[in-house]
């Protein structure tokens, strides 16, 4: 049984990149919990702030002014220093990304890099890291791991270098995992294989894991609950299958309807939301979403001129919070 308590607390979380055409507010105001044991999958458009909240809880942004509050296991991490959150790093939090060759090392067998990640956080001896380090192969369903611990990254398909690097960040047994995008290179068959190993990993051990993407595919298959992102603002926030089945927010409503239906004759095209992702330089005062808001363009001039000029603050039931001034609830269309 999960510990409920939020492994996890970001709070008021802002990223504002100084660039020389002004400040990019890249994430503004989030706030999300997760528990032990739970998958928080974050969904949105390219752009919408989903890497650059994860680089922000595991402390990796240089450069940025980060505000706000993370605290991992009852420790605040903003503020802390670089020494600091290298310990926690790799320990009790990791990350994997998109692309598992931009975060191997070519010249490194696979086995010694997990060996040495090993190493450095517990202080193991070489002949211990490596036997962890093939264990860790074991577990991620990689065969031969003895043999192919001995391997170099470049001798891996796309999923199983994706697997070693579940194994290296898994081998730390950290709390929390944040995987960014993980599968978005991979095809169906190796995609689906992947989220059910990360999901199973993560049922054995209790892991708290943030699943970053902008397929909402994946978030039906993985996540307990949904954090919806527009804009770097959180839209809607839901358990994933009121997401699903009531959503509230006209943006979450267009994603959904863009999902491809298994009523779709071959050749239907790939639907889109029309229009695109607001600029995060100069924001307008209103609702980010209000040019491309259906609800809004269908709504009476007073509406309008509200959802162009009030930016809407999160509300509605505990559990279910919607940032729109015309949250669809109790059934009505968004
Ligand atoms: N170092 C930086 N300097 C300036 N702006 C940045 C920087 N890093 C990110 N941004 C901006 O922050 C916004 C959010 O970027 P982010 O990478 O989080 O998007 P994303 O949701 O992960 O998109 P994708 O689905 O394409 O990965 C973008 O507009 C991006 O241009
Ligand atoms: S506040 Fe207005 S523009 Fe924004 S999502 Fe809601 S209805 Fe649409
Ligand atoms: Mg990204």
Redesign the pocket.
């Known amino acids: 049984m999960a510990d409920s308590a939020p492994l996890l607390s970001v709070w008021d979380l802002t990223v504002t990149?100084p660039?020389k055409h002004g400040p990019?507010r890249?994430?503004d105001s989030l706030a999300f919990d997760v528990p032990r044991g739970r998958t928080l999958g974050i969904v949105?458009?390219?752009?919408?702030?989903?890497?650059?909240?994860s680089l922000a809880v595991m402390g990796l942004h240089t450069?940025?002014d980060v505000t706000g509050s993370v605290v991992l296991d009852g420790q605040e991490l903003i503020g802390l220093s670089d020494r600091a959150l290298n310990g926690l790093r790799g320990r009790r939090m990791a990350m994997i990304f998109q692309d598992p060759l931009s975060s191997l090392h070519p010249y490194y067998t696979v086995g010694e890099q997990i060996a040495e990640h090993h190493r450095v956080h517990f202080g193991s001896g070489r002949r211990a890291a490596r036997a962890r380090a093939v264990e860790a192969l074991a577990e991620v369903g990689i065969p031969e791991p003895r043999r192919r611990a001995g391997e170099y990254p470049h001798q891996f398909s796309g999923g199983m270098r994706q697997r070693v690097m579940i194994a290296m960040a898994l081998a730390c047994e950290p709390d929390l995992l944040i995987a960014?995008?993980p599968t978005t290179a991979l095809d169906v068959t190796v995609q689906a294989q992947i989220l059910e190993l990360i999901t199973r990993l993560q049922e054995e051990r209790g892991l708290a894991v943030v699943m970053?993407t902008?397929d909402l595919g994946v978030v039906a298959r993985v996540a307990h609950d949904v954090l919806v992102?527009y804009g770097?603002r959180v839209a809607e926030q839901a358990p994933v299958d009121a997401l699903f089945t009531t959503p509230a927010h006209p943006y979450t409503r267009g994603l959904l309807d863009s999902l491809p239906r298994l009523d779709d004759p071959d050749d239907t095209p790939l639907r889109a939301i029309p229009g695109s992702p607001p600029s995060?330089l100069d924001p307008a005062p209103g609702c980010a979403f209000a040019p491309r808001c259906p609800r809004a363009a269908r709504g009476s001039e007073e509406e309008r001129s509200r959802c162009a000029a009030e930016r809407p603050v999160r509300s509605g039931p505990e559990g279910h919070p919607v940032a729109c001034h015309f949250p669809a609830y109790e059934g009505v269309a968004p």
């Not at 949105?44 to 909240?53: H, L, M, P, Q, R």
């Open positions: 990149f660039t990019v890249a994430i949105g458009e390219s752009g919408s702030g989903k890497s650059v909240t450069g940025a960014d995008e970053i902008h992102m770097g995060l």
